[in-house]
């Protein structure tokens, strides 16, 4: 008798990323999952077949989630938490195992890292990926091929006898640029930057890491205050390889911290303008390497860097050193105006909700903001994520463990003079009324940021949680008629688009 040779069915691998939204990140595009470029091409190099579901781009429901899995029939099913999406992470693998309960279910991603114990908990997680996450995955999906293995696998949480364990800890990749990309996978028509018409946009990384000390940030604590970087010629020759290869016109760096070396960013802002790339950068760094870089501001505007956030948080030095942030407010202030005085947008945030938080201290932050200059400034919730360093300080403050909830616009945390209503009120008021002033002054600015600009309040109405105060804001500000008029050739536009293309351009399967 011949026994045929047949070859085993290569495991599926499944990664989706939740259905979450806040009405934050859709105002400015649809961005791609980076995370998921890597952890596929890591799972493909191992050996397995893999989809991406971007659920969240998708505006998909878990009921489609659960069309996706039962179509595709993976053997592993991935997803991600952010302490925001982590219950929708948790009703993924739900759904997993109610299809199979033999299905491998695996969670990574900053909160799961750090909450890997309460995320274990759960009956539906069988896995949590701590830390960087590509070679954890990839040596899973061989365990899982292989029936067993994984307490062998650094990086690794899972349960024995139904109690959760972690393997030692995984050190970081040496080399960012031999880890395989899987850009192939990804559905490109979907990404786009919406203040750019024509806009193709990718997520890219030059670098991992931050090693400063922001006591509200995950970041720096999830790459244990470490940074590597990627090698400057590899960087931009993977951007002409999405201009060429898929279309890519903008790009927005993914990286915590590009600018770290200046040394290395200087070349990649050299190359940049020496190969003329011609991709949009979009990126954030701190205030102290804006300053450091005054001399070399024009290459960034060379390289095609149109769009700087930094990251300010308040306008308080005591507030500034609670966050232990090592800037000074006037090193602020003169970053932002740097950012301008070369024509790129610039962008900012302001955390606000401190224990002595006050409806005065919240609109004199908003004053500030004004005299500060940014484009553009966000004022957001302190959000104590369960594993910053700052959030023993403000435990007994948290109002609500909804952690959809925690997602910097809504409150849930008790300032000692202001409800939480009221606090949530006075970030959307804040917004509000720096956009407005921004509106009645938009001849100050240059014809190219006043478009961008006007491009910017018709995105924030129509697809962001500030919606209606900005809706109050353009019937109320005293707008040039320049302005209105173009905010209705906008309009007029998005009609006739919408017309041509038959409103196929974005597969919503879901209104929420």
């Known amino acids: 008798m011949i026994i045929p040779n047949i070859a085993p069915r290569r495991p599926r691998v499944l990664l989706v990323t939740s ?119 990839a040596e899973l999906v061989r365990a899982v091929a292989a029936g067993e293995g994984w307490d062998r696998i650094a990086g690794l949480a899972w349960k024995r006898d139904g109690v959760p364990v972690s393997n030692a800890a995984r050190g970081l990749a040496p080399d960012l640029d031999a880890l395989p990309r899987a850009w192939d996978l990804v559905d490109w028509p979907r990404y786009w930057y919406r203040p750019r018409p024509g806009g193709q946009l990718a997520i890219v990384s030059s670098a991992r890491g931050c090693a400063q000390r922001c006591s509200f940030c995950s970041q720096q604590k999830f790459w244990a205050r470490t940074w590597r970087g990627r090698d400057p010629l590899r960087f931009v020759e993977e951007l002409e390889l999405l201009r060429d290869t898929y279309g890519v016109r903008v790009a927005m760096l993914s990286d915590e911290t590009p600018t770290a070396s200046r040394e290395r960013w200087e070349r990649v802002l050299d190359l940049l303008a020496e190969r003329r790339t011609g991709v949009e950068l979009l990126m954030e760094t701190r205030v102290d390497d804006i300053l450091r870089d005054e001399a070399i501001l024009p290459k960034y505007v060379r390289a095609g860097v149109s769009h700087v956030y930094v990251g300010v948080e ?45 409806v005065e201290s919240i609109r004199n932050t908003v004053e500030l903001a004004k005299w500060y200059a940014p484009d553009m400034a966000f004022f957001l919730a302190l959000t104590p994520w369960p594993y910053a360093d700052l959030a023993p300080q403000l435990d007994s403050r948290i109002v609500t463990r909804d952690y959809r909830r925690y997602n910097l616009v809504e409150p849930v945390m008790k300032p000692d003079r202001l409800t939480v209503e009221e606090l949530g009120r006075e970030l959307h008021r804040a917004t509000g009324h720096f956009f407005r002033h921004k509106f009645e002054n938009l001849g100050q600015l240059s014809p190219e940021k006043r478009s961008f600009m006007v491009r910017v309040l018709k995105l924030l109405i129509e697809n962001s949680y500030l919606g209606d105060e900005m809706r109050r804001m353009a019937q109320h500000a005293q707008m040039p008629e320049s302005v209105r008029a173009m905010l209705g050739e906008l309009d007029s536009g998005a009609r006739d688009a919408g017309i041509r293309a038959g409103h196929e351009a974005r597969p919503v399967v879901s209104s929420r």
């Open 314 to 358: 308040s306008t308080s030095q005591s507030t500034l050193d609670l966050y232990q942030k090592d800037i000074r407010v006037a090193e602020s202030r003169r970053a932002i105006e740097l950012i301008n005085a070369h024509g790129m947008v610039s962008e900012t945030s302001f955390v606000l909700g401190t224990p002595d938080e006050t």
């Open 19 to 137: 259905p979450y939204h806040s009405g934050v990140v859709e105002a400015a595009g649809v961005w791609l999952p980076l995370a998921f470029v890597y952890l596929a091409g890591a799972a493909r190099a191992a050996g397995a077949e893999v989809l991406v579901y971007d659920a969240m781009s998708l505006f998909a429901t878990h009921d489609d989630i659960a069309r996706v899995i039962a179509d595709f029939r993976p053997d592993v099913v991935g997803t991600t938490a952010i302490t925001a999406t982590e219950p929708d992470a948790r009703v993924i693998c739900e759904t997993a195992k109610r299809w199979d309960p033999a299905v491998k279910t695996v969670v990574g991603n900053v909160h799961a890292t750090f909450c890997w114990q309460d995320v274990l908990r759960d009956p539906n997680v069988d896995f949590v990926v701590r830390g960087e996450g590509e070679a954890t995955l």
